[in-house]
């Protein structure tokens, strides 16, 4: 079992920075994918990044490339998303995710809500 709690949201403006952690408890992520949604309100829940720790590739939504950077610290077992250049539509709740494997995503944070202001 894995448990995952996102950190690091909160009310930024736009051109502004924030990162955001997802720190994991009960396993090692060292063999999971593990990726970052977001849901704003009204809105499906959208992919943002994700990073294959089995092989270390990192894959973006066209909409975050060039602002935003995943990364991961093994020894904290936590991953970052860096996000630079926020624009207002990127206010969202932002929520981890991790996975074996592909398909479904096995195990899910609670989410971390950012905000960005015009």
Same mark, same amino acid.
């Given at each position: 079992?894995?448990?995952? %709690?996102?950190?690091?949201?909160?009310?930024?403006q736009?051109? &502004?920075?924030?990162?955001? *952690?997802?720190?994991?408890s009960g @396993? /090692?992520?060292?063999?999971?994918t593990?990726?970052?949604?977001r849901?704003?309100?009204?809105?499906?829940r959208?992919?943002?990044a994700?990073v294959?720790?089995? %092989?270390?590739s990192?894959?973006?939504?066209?909409?975050v490339? &060039?602002?935003?950077?995943? *990364?991961e610290?093994?020894a904290? @077992? /936590?991953?970052y998303?860096?996000?630079?250049?926020l624009?207002?539509?990127?206010?969202?709740?932002?929520f981890?995710a991790?996975?074996?494997?592909?398909?479904?995503?096995?195990?899910?944070?609670?989410?971390?809500?950012?905000t960005?202001?015009s």
């Amino acid at each position: 079992q894995v448990q995952l %709690v996102e950190s690091g949201g909160g009310l930024v403006q736009a051109g &502004g920075s924030l990162r955001l *952690s997802c720190a994991a408890s009960g @396993r /090692t992520l060292s063999s999971y994918t593990v990726g970052w949604f977001r849901q704003a309100p009204g809105r499906e829940r959208e992919f943002v990044a994700r990073v294959d720790r089995n %092989v270390g590739s990192t894959l973006y939504a066209d909409s975050v490339k &060039g602002r935003f950077i995943i *990364s991961e610290d093994n020894a904290k @077992r /936590t991953v970052y998303l860096q996000m630079n250049n926020l624009k207002v539509e990127d206010t969202a709740i932002y929520f981890c995710a991790a996975r074996q494997g592909i398909g479904m995503w096995d195990y899910w944070g609670q989410g971390t809500q950012v905000t960005v202001s015009s």
